[in-house]
């Protein structure tokens, strides 16, 4: 059996690792797009469940790109 005080240690990270992550600009913009998936996501009572697994999928993709900054970037 190996020694596991020998295998590779992952990288902690560090405050200045966070401070290197591109950050989504905060906006109106993002702003009103993530208002309008949470409405999105309040109407799913009235969805058939069947529906619901699409509703979610669509708002994650567009939450990842608000958050991401793909949205403005696109604007």
Do not use: K, N, W
């Amino acid at each position: 059996m190996s020694d596991p005080t020998q295998a590779p240690v992952s990288p902690v990270p560090t405050p200045a690792a966070f401070a290197a992550r591109p950050v989504a600009p905060r906006g109106g913009d993002a702003e009103a797009e993530v208002e309008r998936v949470l409405a999105t996501l309040q109407q799913l009572d009235e969805a058939p469940v069947s529906e619901h697994v699409v509703v979610f999928e669509q708002a994650h993709e567009s939450l990842r790109r608000v958050l991401s900054g793909e949205s403005a970037a696109r604007g």
